[in-house]
């Protein structure tokens, strides 16, 4: 099974500042790999799929890179609702699994 | 837009049977394949397993033996039953659309006697 290990696990942030948020996979994913955003009490919600694509509807400060075993999910200017965990995905290799998740949270 | 509801039992007793359902509405579930994935504080996310709408099912190699994903065109629904369970299957189950665009809101499902 592919692992991903997301560093850090946690990212203390204020408020227009930029998160950068990296996921390793122990092979090569290509670049089938999604990015999650989760919020407490809620399902996670896509928001980047195929390492670079924005979902339907998410904002452009959220972006994708990456390629092979090394990803980073960037967002440029982090809003208030910006605060939660997130957690890469890779469907490269059943089973498909997910990292760990890093929080990104107030400083 | 596509929405996804998860309904059953919030509390199974150890050795028994969960058996959870999803419904989906404002699309069909054809001809589209489905998920149910799982979340524990201790092991994160976990994919469990995903059906096509015509039936062939995909397993989590970790869950196989005890795991059934079925599907029912005519109500627009699929379900999950996990057998003799224990208490490490506690979990928030969610069904989600294939590769997880949509999800459910999630169900919170205890194993205690």
């Known amino acids: 099974e592919i692992v991903l290990t997301q560093s850090p696990a946690t990212l203390s942030l204020s408020p227009g500042e930029r998160a950068t948020l990296s996921c390793r996979a122990s092979q090569s994913v290509n670049t089938h790999l999604a990015w999650y955003q989760q919020k407490p009490g809620q399902a996670p919600k896509v928001l980047i799929y195929?390492?670079?694509n924005r979902a339907t509807g998410i904002p452009a400060r959220f972006s994708g890179s990456g390629s092979g075993t090394d990803f980073t999910l960037t967002i440029s200017s982090l809003e208030p609702e910006d605060f939660a965990v997130y957690y890469c995905r890779q469907r490269s290799d059943w089973p498909w699994t997910f990292g760990q998740g890093t929080k990104v949270e107030i400083k | 837009q596509v929405q996804l509801q998860e309904s059953g039992p919030g509390l199974v007793k150890p050795s028994e049977t969960l058996s959870l359902t999803c419904t989906v509405s404002g699309g069909s579930i054809s001809p589209n394949y489905w998920s149910w994935i799982r979340q524990t504080p201790g092991k994160g996310l976990e994919w469990i397993g995903y059906?096509?709408?015509?039936?062939?099912?995909n397993y989590n190699p970790s869950l196989k033996s005890r795991v059934t994903i079925s599907v029912d065109t005519s109500k627009n629904q699929f379900s999950l039953r996990l057998t003799s369970v224990t208490a490490a299957d506690t979990a928030v189950y969610y069904c989600a659309r294939f590769w997880g665009d949509y999800w459910g809101q999630g169900i919170l499902v205890t194993v205690s006697s």
């Open positions: 195929d390492a670079s």
């Open positions: 059906i096509y709408y015509s039936g062939s099912t």
